[in-house]
């Protein structure tokens, strides 16, 4: 078997995970080269490498691992057509981007960036916090592996966690689960924090748009680490522009990266990120592990 791995531009897997690839499978036809990979029979790669073009130079692809857990660019039509696999990195960036969601949900709270702005300007000044996470009604959209696992530590703060996915079967850390549209509706009145973790698909697109952010309170945050598409923007903007919501913090945008003259940039109310939710010191260890256990089981 070969295989082509392309660890160029890719934070959370390096030159460092491939050597290690290379050591578990010293069976396998390695290689990092692109002008040494169409003859391979399956490739480790960025959704981004997947169009169709580019597939179309391997006639031998027989799976495709990605190094991330999303898919939403990829022609899942074309792979079923040439009976192409598609594996993706689905659990490796759960923690970090648990861990990511509460910072953000902090940070908002407590008027960080009102201190840094201070600490700047040398000005010693405390502001009054209004907001605890403690107590607070939390809305997940998207009850898989992040929702998931940001649901279990928010739950330590004596949180009610709702939950809005296809299914409705009881999810432990879940006080309530929904599958229509009236019940995400439910979500959006009732939730002090909204938390985007939902797929990207045709039915998500743009499903957070200025009919469901009219719902939120006035008082509530939304944050997203899911697709920037699955927001519309420019509602998004209008809504915080008129302080229709406390803030929003966005670790995905549209188009990324941001473009320079979004208003997004501008709005005191607004915290961004790169899409950097899912990096940790133990984010290659976790990915290379997930891969290692792929291959062996596609291998066997």
Request: charged share 30%; proline share 3%.
């Amino acid at each position: 078997m070969k295989i082509y791995v392309d660890y160029r531009n890719t934070p959370s897997f390096s030159k460092k995970g491939y050597l290690t690839l290379k050591e578990n499978f010293n069976n396998v036809n390695w290689t990092d080269k692109i002008e040494n990979s169409y003859d391979s029979d399956a490739i480790i790669v960025k959704p981004s490498f997947c169009s169709n073009d580019v597939l179309d130079k391997y006639p031998n692809l027989s799976f495709i691992q990605l190094i991330t857990a999303g898919f939403d660019n990829i022609d899942l039509d074309y792979l079923a057509k040439r009976k192409i696999k598609l594996l993706n990195a689905s659990d490796v960036f759960n923690i970090a981007i648990a861990e990511d969601v509460i910072s953000k949900i902090l940070y908002i709270n407590k008027h960080m960036k009102f201190y840094e702005d201070n600490r700047n300007n040398k000005i010693w000044e405390s502001k009054l916090v209004e907001y605890e996470i403690y107590g607070s009604t939390i809305g997940i959209l998207g009850v898989g592996g992040i929702g998931i696992e940001t649901a279990k530590r928010l739950k330590a703060f004596n949180t009610k966690i709702l939950g809005y996915r296809r299914s409705i079967h009881k999810e432990e850390h879940f006080d309530e689960i929904y599958n229509d549209d009236e019940g995400l509706d439910h979500i959006l009145k009732t939730s002090d924090y909204i938390i985007l973790a939902i797929p990207l698909n045709d039915a998500t697109h743009h499903l957070i748009n200025k009919e469901k952010l009219s719902l939120m309170k006035e008082s509530a945050v939304l944050i997203n680490v899911a697709r920037g598409e699955v927001v519309n923007q420019d509602d998004l903007i209008e809504i915080l522009k008129n302080n229709k919501i406390r803030a929003a913090a966005l670790d995905v945008v549209t188009p990324e990266p941001l473009i320079e003259d979004s208003l997004l940039w501008e709005l005191d109310n607004v915290f961004l990120s790169p899409h950097s939710s899912n990096l940790s010191p133990y984010t290659e260890d976790r990915l290379v592990n997930k891969i290692t256990k792929n291959l062996k089981k596609e291998m066997e």
